[in-house]
């Protein structure tokens, strides 16, 4: 039984909540932060997250769905 709720419940984590900033309000967000573009975002896990360009580094982030706070960052290796 616990398997049949899995699924819905990991398909609704990549989607963003109601209560969430929209993705737009993300992005001005970011490149207030410094960013010089996004060249991806998506929700994930809990939380937006993606990929963009600062200070000439590609890097990846992540950022609270409520607040629009980055709360993780590091150069993209890939």
């Known amino acids: 039984m616990a398997l049949?709720?899995?699924g819905p419940v990991l398909a609704k984590e990549d989607?963003?909540?109601a209560d969430w900033i929209p993705?737009?309000?993300v992005k001005q967000k970011l490149m207030d932060a410094g960013y010089s573009s996004i060249t991806e975002l998506e929700a994930d896990d809990g939380h937006w997250e993606g990929e963009g360009?600062?200070?000439g580094v590609k890097m990846e982030f992540h950022v609270d769905p409520r607040?629009?706070?980055?709360?993780k960052e590091k150069p993209d290796k890939d």
Do not use: S, V, Y
Not at 67 to 71: E, L, R
């Open 15 to 17: 989607k963003p909540g």
């Open 23 to 25: 993705a737009e309000q």
């Open 4 to 6: 049949g709720l899995a």
């Open 53 to 55: 360009l600062k200070n």
């Open 67 to 71: 607040t629009g706070a980055i709360t």
